[in-house]
């Protein structure tokens, strides 16, 4: 078993992160997982919360608000919607995301709002983990 695994972390606005890890611990839509090398191939959609990578270099933490993890053998490739630094992160970015949030809660009806209720609370709790 190898000890460690290629990871990458991008958004449509930059990429984060890219290196060797030991783990990486993504906020998935159906649970949170933790990909280690050798994982089993896996593509998971994300939820808001804290991706966490571990490496030789320590702990890197990255907030994402949704998009997609795929994780193979090899490594973990992440595709934010959006994604920072968790030092990046400030009461004015969140009071914006979940401003947008509420709109969307508002507009859609059905289906679409009960995913977006859940997009709504899944970032307040968020907000909550990070204290900002």
């Known amino acids: ?21 030991s783990e990486v611990r993504i906020p998935g839509s159906e649970g949170d997982m933790t990909a280690m090398p050798d994982h089993a191939p896996v593509i998971t959609t994300l939820r808001p919360g804290i991706l966490t ?24 490739s992440i595709l934010a919607e959006m994604a920072m630094p968790k030092s990046e992160v400030t009461a004015e970015v969140f009071g914006s995301l979940i401003e947008e949030a509420e709109s969307a809660v508002q507009a859609t ?7 977006a209720v ?5 970032l307040q709790t968020l907000r909550g983990e990070l204290g900002v």
Do not use: C, H, I, W
């Open 118 to 122: 859940k997009y709504l609370a899944d």
């Open 109 to 115: 009806a059905n289906a679409a709002n009960d995913l």
């Open 53 to 76: 990578v571990v490496g030789a270099d320590g702990t890197s933490e990255f907030v994402v608000t949704g998009g997609f993890a795929e994780v193979t053998a090899a490594g973990a």
């Open 1 to 21: 078993m190898a000890d460690t695994m290629q990871y990458d972390v991008v958004s449509p606005e930059r990429s984060l992160a890219s290196g060797q890890a």
